[in-house]
Structures are given as C-alpha cells and as structure tokens.
C-alpha cells in the first residue's frame, strides 16, 4: 500500500468548489484587458466594460472544465517519453524568480548574475530530480525590459529539460514562443511536443493582470501549456482562514481556465497554486510552516475533484541560510504536497521565502526529494517480498548481507543517499568533516562532471539574439 | 600475453562481482604460466583493494562488496593447491577475530573476517559473544600473529581491555598484535587498553592489520 494523505473530506470539497463559483458571480474578477473582456463576454460571463470586472455563471464554468484533458503531456528536448502530467504522478521542479544568490564558496549573499543562472540550469540539467526547470533566478546583470528573455535563452542554450518560462507581457511571450519555435526548427515542431510551458501567476485578490491575460490569450492561440498559479496570501491578499483562502485561490484558476479554455479549447492546462500565508510577526509571506502543506494539499485535491493536473509549491524555505530550519521546511513542505500527488512539486533550489536560489539548497532538495519518492513508494507486500526462501537458506542467528536476495533486493527497497552523513562516529576525526553541506560539495563537482550542454547550430544564438533585439 | 593482460580483466570482473569471468582469467593465467602467487598478490588482493576503495568513496555498497570478498576468498582458497611449498597463504599471518562476551553484533565483524581473509590473512572466526577463556585456548592453541575483536555497546567495549589483560596474564599478549573496532570504539580507547591498532570501518581494518603486522 502506498501512503496517501488528504485534508478535505468530499463534503468539504463541495463545498469549497460552491463557494468558489458563487464568487466568481456575486464578486466577481477584475480583467484591465480589453481583448480579454470580449473574450469572457463571448464565453458567455457577464462583463462590466466601465469597471472591468467579469462574472463567470456556473455553466461557463463547467464548459471550460469539460475541456480540460486530465493529464498534460510535457515534452523535453532530448528525445525522451513525456512527463504525464496528471493522475498520481509526482514531479518534482526548480523555482525561483529570485534576484539573490547565496555564493557556493563564499556563503554569502549576493546579487543574481547571468552566470549563476546558467549554472543552476546546469545543475538542474545533470540532477535528477529536478525533472523539469521552472525558471529558477532573474538575473541583475542584463537590462529588466528583457530579462524574461534573457532567462529563456539561457534555457534553451544550457538544458534539454521540459522547462517553465516567463514573459512581462504578450509581445515577450510571442517572442519566447518564437526562440522555442526556432530551436525546434519551427512552430509545428513545437506545438507537437512542447517541450516549455508558459508560466502565469495570477494576481489575489481576484485581479487578471494585463500581462497575465496577454499570456493566457498568446499561449492559448499557440497551444502550448499554460502553467497557471494563484498565490492568495492568506490574512493579507484573502480571508484569515485557510478555507477562504482555498475558495479564493480556487476562483482565481477557474475564472483563468475559462478566459485560456475559449481562446483555444485544446490548450493544454495545469492547475497550480501557492496558496500561503502572510506571517503575522514578520508582515511577509511564509512557505515553510505548516499552512503551505496544508493548502497545498487542499488545492491538489480541487485540482483532482476537477480532473485536472495540478501542481504548486513545495520543497521551499523560508530560512535565511543552510541550517537546520531549512531541512525541517524543505521536507515538510515537500513530503506533503508529495504524498497528496500535486503532480508538479515545484520549489528546488530555493530558500529564504522566495528571494534567493543556492546550488547547495538545490543539491540538498534533490536528496529530499528522492527520499520523498521512496516514502511515497510505501511498503509493497507480494508473495514475492514475502517468500520464505532467504529466510529458510540463511536459517536463525546469521544475517542476510552476502545472499543473493540482498543483492537483487536492496536497491530497489533502500533509499541511498547521495549526500546524507550516515555511518560511525570518528572521534578522532572531524566530526563535521562528512556534514551534508560539506558532501554537497563533492557531490556537486562530481555531478558537473558529467554535464553535456545542448548539441545547437552554431548561430543559434546569433538568431535568438535577434529575435529578443527586434 | 604479459600478465598484466590476464590480471587486468581479473581484477574488473573482481570488481564486476563476476565469479565466473575471475576464474576464467585465472586458469587461462595458471596456464599461461603466471605464478600463483602472482595472481594472489598483483591479481585478486589488488581486485579486492579496488572494491575496498569503491566502497569507501560509495561508488559500490556493502552487498556488493560482500560479494567480492566472497569470490576472492572462494579463489584464493582453490589455488593454495597450487602455490609451491616455500610460498605460503599464512605469509601474512593467521588471524583470530570475534565479538567480545556479552555482545552478539555479527555483521561488521564478519565482515572484516571476510576481508581480512580475503587479503591473504588465515582467519578463525571464533563468532559473537565469545568468552575470554575460549579466545586464550584459542590462542594458545593456534599461535595466531593477530588477534581483532569487536565491540558495538560501550558496556561490552570493557570486554576488550579484559581480553588483552587475560592474554596479557595467560604470558600469550607478546607474541601477538591486537586490533580493536566497532562503533563506540576509538582510537583513544584502543590506545588506552593497549591494543596495536584500531581501525573505523572494515576496509580500513585491512589496511591497519597490515600495518600492524608489517605486511604490504
């Protein structure tokens, strides 16, 4: 049996799904994009083109359901098969948009540069996971009008991974749209087997941005996937209860899946969320208490009482350094959302809320989670794991390490760490010497070793360039 | 063909934990004419050092490890047949290994056993919780050059300090090197009970019997 968790029973489910569309109609979302109003209008919503506000009754809503596919299939670049993005399956990815680095030798704090981010696509390229890359930091060093730009070109030149982008706007996510289509070789290619996703957070309290509509609309028309995230903050940008905060973050995607599902009823779509909590001590934004699990869990099940695939954050930190506290965030927040099957798990590399990216903490995610996935593995009980075989060849008082049995067994049925500190104590030694910052280290040289960057045309960069510069 | 081209697929097999192919190697080297002894100490023992260093760097695991051992001992053991009568397996000398009274942890001292064994050491593995009596007849009785013990709880670690006293008032302790191990074990204690060597783990433990016996 596997381990599974839920927080909503499905009388609560109901009722957080009836309380969301009862307040798409009797409050409604403010749409500041003329082109998106038409399109709620044509859809069927009720639309108030002096305040820009829409109101979607339950049947558009219902529409917009019924033509969501229950699992989207994420391409990559290398060949490989497609993450199925839906039913049980766990993903897990990088996070960031954060603008701060902790250094790798200095430890300390600085700004992101160009660099660093291409060396945390590489990372995230060799590492497994991350099994594909939203992207994870902005960089400082390149001008702010096209630094969205700037991000996917580093994506398309360091990784072959499915990855997750960003776009300011309409006319950038065109743009993206054309750097993917040219590395592809054209936009048919693409659309095939897209190996992006466009990213869209939306905005709480029930706000469609210009940019985050443009998105939708300009994704939607090329049909690739739309990763959709509300991030309500509960207590500040919704109610102070977590159940509000879950019918508002739930209205915000379905009144977002409506606008994508009428440009383009086949765009493929993910229901996301990073439903948290304002910090009542600090008046900013937590993900590592108990709350964000909790929500996590709660927009998970939403997502699949709607058949939809889901995704969000986890493996996140709001710890300002590599130390206790992050261990304890990253795997509560992680093993959680994991074990409720938020197919996208997103937050690797990422500590210090959202506003620093660290090679160490994407090293020390990786090995949580992989010992999320045994957990979630469970124990599986057959007549083959229960044979009495082994026990009648090794008989009472020996042990099982040298017999055929251990060696066909253990690697499938033990979680081997890459970096965890585990055996005897030396105390005539370091006893820090093998502490799991220290083994991180080794383990991040190791593993850039076997790094290979993405086989291009040599003036694919030149024709990128261009596409960002036009 | 130089040895090396019979020794060198040997010791990738040993490392392979290919039985089979490390035989092949050996017989077609025996016939070739390569010196059994040769194969023991340039072939098998380097095969098994390298899986010793796989292990330490975590590249191979303890099942794996095991299982290399296991080939080499099994070898080693078919081609004393074959060794000429001054060259002897007990060059490095017979070894007397168990776990102290009162403690019945096996696994890590068996497999030092093994690898010790496996090193080219004669290894009479005396099993877990053996009383001091029976390590001082044994001793008395087998003239071994090492003696290894085991402790895995500080209560039974005192067990090791009486063993090397008994030994030490049987008139045995001169004529023979002490090694201590286990997880409570130091090298602080091992010096204190005056034991010659400690070690921290099993491959590691080879290496210091070596040392303490003065043997490559």
């Known amino acids: 049996m596997e381990l599974k968790v839920k927080v909503l029973s499905d009388r609560e489910i109901a009722m957080i799904d009836q309380a969301s569309r009862a307040l798409l109609m009797e409050v409604g979302v403010d749409v500041p994009h003329r082109e998106a109003l038409e399109i709620f209008k044509r859809a069927g919503a009720m639309v108030d083109f002096s305040r820009q506000r829409v109101r979607v009754p339950e049947h558009v809503i219902n529409e917009a359901l019924a033509k969501c596919a229950s699992c989207v299939r994420l391409y990559d670049r290398a060949g490989g098969p497609p993450l199925l993005i839906g039913g049980d399956r766990v993903y897990f990815g990088t996070v960031g948009i954060a603008t701060n680095v902790l250094d790798y030798e200095k430890d300390t704090y600085r700004q992101v540069v160009c660099d660093d981010l291409r060396d945390i696509i590489r990372l995230s390229d060799v590492l497994n996971p991350p099994d594909f890359i939203l992207i994870p930091a902005t960089p400082t060093d390149v001008p702010s009008k096209i630094v969205d730009l700037i991000e996917t070109k580093l994506l398309l030149l360091n990784t072959k991974k499915h990855f997750i982008a960003e776009a300011q706007n309409g006319k950038h996510c065109r743009k993206t749209i054309a750097m993917a289509a040219e590395v592809a070789g054209n936009l048919e290619a693409l659309q095939a087997k897209p190996f992006f996703s466009m990213l869209v957070c939306l905005t709480s309290p029930l706000v469609l941005r210009d940019d985050a509509a443009e998105l939708i ?28 905060t879950l019918v508002m973050a739930n209205a915000e995607l379905l009144n977002s899946f409506v606008l994508a599902k009428t440009v383009n009823p086949s765009v493929p779509l993910v229901y996301a969320s990073w439903a948290r909590i304002l910090d009542m001590k600090s008046a900013t934004v937590s993900h590592g208490g108990p709350e964000f699990p909790l929500l996590r869990i709660g927009t998970t099940q939403m997502a699949k009482y709607y058949g939809l695939p889901s995704g969000g954050g986890g493996i996140l930190a709001d710890t300002k350094s590599i130390d206790v506290q992050l261990g304890m965030e990253k795997l509560g927040t992680g093993l959680l959302p994991a074990l409720a099957e938020t197919n996208m798990v997103v937050g690797m590399g990422l500590l210090a809320d959202e506003n620093a990216i660290s090679l160490e903490a994407l090293l020390i995610d990786h090995e949580v989670a992989g010992w999320i996935r045994r957990a979630m593995r469970g124990i599986e009980v057959t007549d083959g794991t229960t044979d009495l075989s082994v026990f009648k060849q090794v008989g ?60 291009l045309p040599r003036d694919i960069e030149t024709k990128l360039d261009k596409i960002i510069e036009e | 063909m130089k040895a090396e081209e019979y020794l060198n697929p040997m010791i990738e097999a040993i490392v392979k ?15 070739a004419g390569i010196d059994p002894m040769a194969i023991i100490n340039q072939g098998l023992t380097v095969g098994l050092r390298r899986v010793g260093d796989l292990f330490a760097d975590e590249e191979i695991f303890l099942p794996g490890l095991v299982m290399s051992a296991q080939i080499v001992t099994r070898v080693m053991e078919d081609l004393k047949p074959r060794l000429k009568a001054e060259q002897n397996l007990r060059s490095k000398g017979v070894c007397l290994i168990g776990t102290v009274y009162g403690d019945i942890h096996d696994i890590g001292k068996s497999l030092v056993a093994l690898l010790l064994s496996a090193s080219g050491y004669e290894v009479v593995d005396l099993g877990k919780s053996v009383p001091t009596e029976t390590i001082v007849a044994k001793a008395k009785e ?17 067990e090791q300090r009486n063993v090397i006293e008994t030994l030490e008032r049987a008139g045995v302790r001169k004529n023979l090197k002490i090694l201590v191990g286990g997880s409570p074990v130091s090298k602080g204690w091992a010096e204190e009970i005056g034991a010659d060597g400690y070690a921290e783990d099993a491959v590691a433990a080879v290496a210091e019997a070596n040392r303490v016996m003065g043997v490559g």
């Open chain 1, 396 to 455: 009472p008082g020996a042990d099982f390490v040298g017999t055929q049995h251990t060696r066909e067994n253990f690697r499938r049925e033990m979680f081997i760490p890459k970096i965890m500190d585990r055996g005897y104590l030396a105390l005539h030694k370091d006893p820090k010497a093998k502490a799991m910052r220290n083994r991180a280290k080794e383990f991040y040289r190791k593993m850039m070793e076997q790094y290979k960057s993405p086989e």
């Open chain 2, 142 to 158: 087998l003239k071994p050059q090492l003696i290894a013990l085991s402790a895995l709880l500080t209560t039974t670690m005192q």
């Open chain 1, 217 to 244: 609309i300009e994704t939607a028309k090329a049909g690739l996937p739309l990763f959709i995230e509300s991030g309500p903050m509960c207590g500040g940008t919704s109610p102070a209860t977590l159940a509000s």
């Open chain 2, 17 to 31: 934990e290919e039985e089979e192919v490390v035989r092949k190697w050996v017989s077609e080297g025996l016939a």
